[in-house]
Nanobody, 121 residues
Framework: QVQLVESGGGSVQAGGSLRLSCAASGRTFSNYNMGWFRQGPGKERDFVGGIRRSGTTSYADSVKGRFTISRDNAKNTVYLQMNSLRPEDTAVYYC???????????????WGQGTQVTVSS
């Protein structure tokens, strides 16, 4: 069983920054592949990016160059640094674990409860 807890959401103006955290339980966090997703009002849950055990990352085109994912295995935590935020980034953001980083939400095993990010123009 893996428990994930996101934090760091909030309200910012366009152009601002936020850093989300995802704290994971379990002694083998370094073995986890982690993904970040978001779900806007009335929309499907979309892949934002992911980080593999190796530390390599992948990003959706919509956030490439603005968002950065990192991990601190000593703290069992994954981060999503979001810069140059836009109103269209408004969503609930989720972290999740999977056997591999993929854009398909159904292939992720464990999910956090989500954290709201609101970007105003």
């Amino acid at each position: 069983q893996v428990q994930l807890v996101e934090s760091g959401g909030g309200s910012v103006q366009a152009g601002g920054s936020l850093r989300l955290s995802c704290a994971a339980s379990g002694r083998t966090f370094s073995n986890y592949n982690m993904g970040w997703f978001r779900q806007g009002p009335g929309k499907e849950r979309d892949f934002v990016g992911g980080i593999r055990r190796s530390g390599t990352t992948s990003y959706a085109d919509s956030v490439k160059g603005r968002f950065t994912i990192s991990r601190d295995n000593a703290k069992n935590t994954v981060y999503l640094q979001m810069n140059s935020l836009r109103p269209e980034d408004t969503a609930v953001y989720y972290c999740a674990t999977s056997n591999f980083v993929t854009t398909t939400p159904n292939l992720y095993d464990y999910w956090g409860q989500g954290t709201q990010v609101t970007v105003s123009s």
